[in-house]
């Protein structure tokens, strides 16, 4: 929308949004806006300073914004040191944020050009309508982005004590302040993510990308999101686990693509221990490397965790706080953490999760549909029920004071039905051997099944159990001298929805068009870290169609099928893999297990 003012005696189109803009911080909209796609990051004038275009002066410490809706405000002052961080390069003068915005423009369509979301004349080739940013971004404006793990080496604690995002002064921070001055004009859709996991991450990333949609991310996360994607970092990082997700593999292009931006930018690598033989097949005091084939896997860097907080860096995301209700008011969704009043209220509301939680929380909600298709158990072996079919694992994290004396960094376990998966995390993450050897174990279906429990608050008792049968399993199975495995430190974790065994057919997300409540997950598309970012990253495609767009193209997925999935490793897909070959799901018969 344009008004017509008189302005120095000539008549002129001005857009009330770029003179609030100007008004605030002397730039331009669209410079500055070019600079939060390619860097997330925007750096505000100090006070008294120009900006490049001669545009008005930035005001002096006076400006302060606020959200009324999320408590959130920002100060023109910024503690100690925050603008020096605002200018810290990254590596070869290429700051590590830029790989957040590289890696979501591949999120569409298969991306043409060099691997940058630029073609060879330097023109944008993302999205439809992505603006030309490759001749238009000055070089020398490098110098005004950030590294993250630049400051993170500069001002964060040892790794693991703290939220260094919230230290330092995360990306979100900044990229607010443009985004705030917009939403004083004009309200933007608002979406709320339920579930921080790697798929409403990148749903959350996307949509950001996108632009023209508020997000905020809801997780259960006590310290980072992530979901099974993440790690644990106990006693001031002397003992540190990926106790979820142990890799991942590509075979899409679109995620292909965004796994070499991980790479590229240092929150992920090659598994070099998987390229040179050193995870195999363990059977009964036998190990065997993994058979020849084209497969890659990467691992993150220095934990899986990182990628989810790679992707966290520039949203907002409460944590930790469940979603234990939403209802429907006027249109939009309103959504209560505890029986106080409501924290929060959307235009629409994306569960990205499965699970107990997620059925509770569309059980009451007027979404028959959604609902219908979350209706879950727990399983051993998938069948041809028509619902949500998932299996349970137990992980156990020990230490020892000593080196283990196996030729292997991870195996898969084969013939055993109490233990699937064994990884040394001491090597995995190259950490020098300190007189601490940090493992992951990782029990079979069927033993997770005879052991039940809550997977929150697991009584010690049971945590003994279950790490004391899964010690002497390791035993057994890598040719060990029984009761010579004595741990330094243990713990033990039920992952109640740990690995799907069913997957809708021929839908990447489900939407509900009527009640604006979607759905993503790799539960939908395919058990594995690629599943769950193809479908976060469609679904935000398709929110923004509808919110930003405004176009009706009606729900998607809500009369799909499950398809179960029957050559499943213990650990999920792994793309190029014979799942027989590893121990995977040779069960035919199921043995069923309602959710608690």
């Known amino acids: 929308m344009t008004v017509v003012m008189k302005k120095k005696k000539k008549w002129e189109e001005v857009d009330p949004e770029e003179e609030l803009f100007q008004s605030l911080t002397g730039e331009s909209i669209e410079k500055r806006r070019l600079e939060v796609l390619r860097t997330g990051t ?54 590590v944020q830029e790989g957040i915005t590289e890696e979501l423009k591949l999120g569409g369509a298969e991306v043409p050009g060099d691997g940058q979301g630029r073609n060879e004349e330097g023109t944008g080739v993302g999205d439809e309508g992505e603006e030309e940013l490759g001749n238009l971004m000055d070089e020398n404006e490098t ?31 900044r990229s607010k302040y443009y985004l705030q001055a917009m939403d004083q004009k004009r309200r933007r859709p608002r979406v709320g993510i339920i579930g921080g ?80 033989g050193r995870v195999g097949v363990l059977s009964r005091g036998n190990f065997h490397p993994l058979p020849d084939n084209d497969t890659v896997a990467y691992i993150g860097v220095p934990t899986m965790g990182e990628i989810a907080r790679h992707l966290s860096l520039r949203q907002k995301i409460k944590h930790p706080k ?33 699970g107990r939680s997620a059925v509770k929380l569309t059980t009451s909600s007027g979404v028959p549909n959604i609902r219908k298709l979350l209706d879950n158990a727990i399983v051993q072996a998938p069948d041809e029920e028509q619902e949500l079919q998932e299996c349970s694992l137990w992980t156990t994290m020990v230490a020892f004071k000593r080196e283990i004396p196996v030729p292997f960094e991870a195996a898969f376990v084969r013939q055993s039905r109490v233990l699937s998966w064994v990884c040394n995390n001491t090597k995995k993450m190259g950490i020098p051997f300190d007189g601490v050897e940090c493992w992951t174990l990782i029990s079979t279906r069927a033993f997770a099944l005879r052991n039940k429990a809550a997977p929150e608050g697991t009584p010690r008792h049971v945590a003994e159990r279950v790490t004391d049968d899964l010690l002497r399993e390791f035993e057994d199975m890598a040719g060990l001298e029984e009761g010579s495995l004595k741990p330094i430190y243990y713990r033990a974790q039920l992952w109640l929805n740990a690995v799907p065994l069913n997957t809708l057919d021929g839908v990447e997300y489900v939407f509900d068009a009527e009640n604006r409540v979607g759905l993503c997950g790799d539960w939908i598309v395919d058990p594995s870290i690629e599943g769950a970012v193809l479908s976060g990253l469609s679904l935000a495609n398709k929110l923004h169609e509808v919110l930003v767009n405004g176009e009706e193209t009606g729900s998607v997925g809500l009369d799909a099928k499950y398809q179960p999935l029957d ?10 893999l014979d799942a027989s070959e590893l121990g995977g799901n040779l069960i035919k018969t199921a043995i069923r297990g309602r959710m608690m």
């Open 42 to 95: 925007v750096r505000p004038l100090k006070g008294g300073e120009k900006a490049e275009n001669g545009g008005m002066e930035a005001p002096k410490e006076e400006w302060r914004m606020e959200d009324g809706d999320n408590g959130y405000e920002m100060d023109g002052q910024r503690e100690d040191g925050a603008e020096e961080m605002m200018n810290v390069e990254g590596v070869d003068g290429k700051p």
């Open 197 to 276: 996991g790697i798929s409403g991450l990148m749903c959350a990333n996307r949509l950001m990308l996108l632009g023209g949609v508020d997000v905020t991310v809801w997780d259960r996360g006590r310290v980072f999101a992530g979901g099974r994607a993440s790690s644990r970092v106990m006693d001031r990082g002397r003992f540190i686990f990926d106790h979820g997700t142990q890799f991942f593999t590509a075979s899409d292009p679109r995620f292909q693509r965004i796994a070499e931006a991980w790479c590229k930018f240092g929150i992920a690598k090659r598994w070099t221990a998987w390229d040179e």
């Open 143 to 173: 110098e005004e982005r950030e590294s993250f793990r630049v400051r993170r080496r500069r001002y964060g604690r040892r790794f693991g004590e703290s939220n260094v995002v919230e230290e330092t002064g995360a990306p979100t921070d």
């Open 567 to 576: 050559k499943l490793s213990p650990l999920g897909h792994i793309h190029g």
């Open 322 to 354: 469940i979603v234990v209700r939403m209802a429907k008011r006027e249109g939009q969704w309103d959504i209560w953490t505890g029986r106080g009043p409501k924290v929060a209220t959307y235009d629409s509301i994306v569960l990205a999760h499965s």
